[in-house]
């Protein structure tokens, strides 16, 4: 019973920064660019539109 409740705790402790070390790694837009300027998921940066 007391492994139980031991691995339970640990499972609790240890799973919310699992999730949080997973969602890390997912590539959204995390800038705003300026104005005449676009995101280009490709080189992570803001690139200047040409019209």
């Known amino acids: 019973m007391k492994m139980k409740i ?3 705790a640990a499972a ?3 799973l919310p920064s699992l999730g949080m070390a ?3 790694n997912q ?3 995390a800038m705003s660019c300026a104005d ?3 995101y280009d998921s490709e ?3 803001c690139v200047a539109t040409t019209t």
Do not use: D, N, P, R
Request: with cysteine.
């Open 22 to 24: 997973m969602g890390c």
């Open 12 to 14: 609790l402790l240890l």
């Open 36 to 38: 005449g300027s676009v």
């Open 43 to 45: 080189s992570h940066s």
């Open 6 to 8: 031991a691995l339970s």
């Open 27 to 29: 590539s959204k837009q």
